[in-house]
């Protein structure tokens, strides 16, 4: 005893699962039942990798000696495939995730000192003989031939770069969808087509919008799942910028909506950046996009107006002559309209659109049919709208495409402005999109399908961050996708 129990220079562990546990009812600490189909190796041991964080962290401070970890690994259900390699792509996903677990408790300051992976050969155990493979290289127990499994040449590279290949150290090669949680709109004019159509969860009647992917400090989505599940967009925008592609500005860009209108909405215009920036406590300007989901039979859009001038604009305006001014333009399902600043704009009553709009919310209202909220009518904005509006309007055919006969499985283009590029997709079997952008939005707007393997329907808005790759769709559905210009 007087010899072993000498000062030590590093402390070696052995470490390869760990136990959640809370306090108990009683105020003692109790286990916590591992839920059904916890994720195990071959010989039953749960897969844990935080006990490498916690486990490390805890014995640091407690302690405070260099630590090594001196056995971590696993046993896989490891067999020769038949194109004669064995390909163990749990053992990698388990190595990548326990060493990421160990820098991250190195990064936090714990003195880790090295790191003994558990092992090299598949071998006889002590405990189970030759019944678990732990190995790096496959041995045939039989006539000890040895095949080095697909980890071991991971393992390399893991060393070759001293862990650069992990995933933690690898944002670039997210592979998280971000879903979000929408924010719901109550408004007069909205209806109840959002829970009866689409099967959200709608706060009541009149929910005019649906603020499906929003940073914006009136409706902040929450990731609805995964490493960032709860956290707000806007939150995720300033704390993970790399998901964004590092894209510069000071919050996310755009503003994704479903808008069901039973009724007409106000007749309204939108600032550019430069004149919101002014006017409006720095906010950007508007431009806006709608894509029409669907439309009653013989429905219109107002889109510009008529005016030919300054002055009659002013006159038409002041004097109410809104039937001469409001131009009124024939829409139906799958038209794609572009608004830019300065556009006079109205959605009518029973038409639903996905609107694809710059992160803002400032709407100068003209003229809202003399109609009254509360017993009274609703604020105007006619100074400001008579500053903005661009006379004369674009015609309507610069202002409608329809893209109702475009190609299925492919990426198909509504438009590229300075804010925004916005795509159609018609998944009909499937289709394949290399997420190169800085990250991409999607909507599912009709039907349902599968992205990666992932179930998904009607209602789904996502993101695919910075460096996902390769995305597979499936099914038959169609979606809306959009990123920055
Ligand atoms: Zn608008």
């Known amino acids: 005893m007087a010899l072993i129990h000498q000062p030590i220079d590093f402390m070696g562990q052995n470490i390869y699962n760990g136990y959640y546990i809370r306090i108990g009812a009683d105020g003692k600490l109790e286990y916590v039942d591992r839920p059904a189909g916890f994720p195990k190796t071959a010989a039953n041991w749960p897969v844990t990798p935080e006990c490498l964080y916690w486990g490390t962290k805890f014995l640091y401070e407690r302690y405070q000696m260099p630590l090594y970890i001196t056995e971590n690994g696993m ?7 038949a194109d004669g390699r064995v390909h163990d792509s749990n053992r990698i996903d388990f190595l990548d995730q326990y060493l990421s677990q160990l820098q991250r408790a190195s990064d936090d300051g714990v003195d880790i000192r090295g790191y003994f992976l558990w092992t090299f050969l598949d071998n006889f155990e002590w405990d189970k003989g030759y019944n678990e493979r732990f190995g790096l290289v496959y041995v045939d127990f039989a006539t000890q031939k040895r095949i080095a499994k697909d980890s071991a040449f991971w393992y390399q590279k893991v060393m070759e770069t001293n862990g650069g290949i992990l995933c933690m150290n ?13 924010v719901f709109k109550q408004m007069i004019w909205g209806g109840n087509k959002l829970g009866s159509k689409w099967g959200y969860e709608i706060p009541g009647e009149n929910t005019g919008e649906c603020w499906a992917v929003s940073a914006h400090p009136n409706g902040d989505c929450t990731i609805k799942e995964g490493t960032y599940a709860g956290k707000t967009l806007s939150q995720l925008w300033t704390e993970e910028p790399q998901l964004f592609g590092n894209v510069a500005g000071d919050r996310f860009p755009l503003l994704i909506k479903i808008i069901d209108a039973n009724d007409d909405l106000s007749i309204q215009v939108h600032p550019d950046d430069a004149y919101a920036g002014e006017n409006e406590n720095g906010s950007f300007g508007k431009t806006e996009c709608w894509y029409i989901l669907d439309a009653p039979e013989g429905a219109t859009l107002v889109i510009g107006h008529n005016a030919k001038d300054k002055a009659e604009l002013e006159d038409m305006i002041h004097n109410g002559r809104w039937n001469e001014f409001l131009r009124e333009v024939p829409i139906k399902k799958g038209d794609f309209i572009q608004i830019d600043p300065g556009t006079v704009h109205a959605i009518k009553g029973g038409i639903e659109i996905l609107e694809t709009q710059q992160n803002s919310d ?9 109609r009254l909220q509360n017993g009274k009518p609703r604020e105007l904005h006619i100074e400001k709208s008579i500053d903005v509006i661009t006379v004369p309007a674009k015609s309507v055919e610069e202002s409608v495409v329809n893209i109702s006969t475009d190609a299925k499985n492919t990426m198909n283009p509504l438009i590229s402005c300075s804010y925004y590029r916005v795509w159609k997709l018609d998944v009909d079997g499937s289709m394949e999109v290399s997420q190169e952008y800085p990250f991409l939005i999607m909507s599912v707007v009709e039907g349902d399908g599968l992205i990666n393997g992932q179930l998904i329907k009607k209602g789904d808005h996502f993101i695919l961050p910075s460096g996902f790759g390769k995305v597979e769709l499936q099914g038959k559905m169609e979606l809306i996708a959009s990123t920055v210009a």
Not at 170 to 178: G, P, R, T
Not at 362 to 370: E, F, Q, S
């Open 75 to 81: 046993s896989c259900h490891d067999q020769v495939s």
């Open 170 to 182: 690898n944002a670039d090669a997210n592979k998280e969808i971000l879903f979000m949680n929408p």
């Open 362 to 370: 400032i709407t100068y209202r003209v003229y809202d049919y003399g």
